[in-house]
């Protein structure tokens, strides 16, 4: 089967911050996860 999600199994890397992200979720710390790049303090959130 050919599909078009290349790279997705990455989030299952042990060091990734994917990886690291779904364990802080998963433990109700997810005030700490990462978000990569970082948001533009400039753009307003509604």
């Known amino acids: 089967m ?3 999600t290349e790279g997705h199994s990455g989030y ?3 060091s990734s911050d ?3 992200n ?3 979720v998963t ?3 997810g005030d ?3 978000l990569e790049p970082q948001p ?3 753009v ?3």
Do not use: F, H, Y
Request: no cysteine.
């Open 27 to 29: 433990v109700g710390k």
């Open 44 to 46: 307003r959130v509604k």
């Open 32 to 34: 700490d996860v990462r």
């Open 18 to 20: 994917s990886l690291r």
């Open 2 to 4: 050919t599909t078009d």
């Open 40 to 42: 533009d303090p400039w």
């Open 12 to 14: 299952w890397d042990v």
């Open 22 to 24: 779904q364990a802080l």
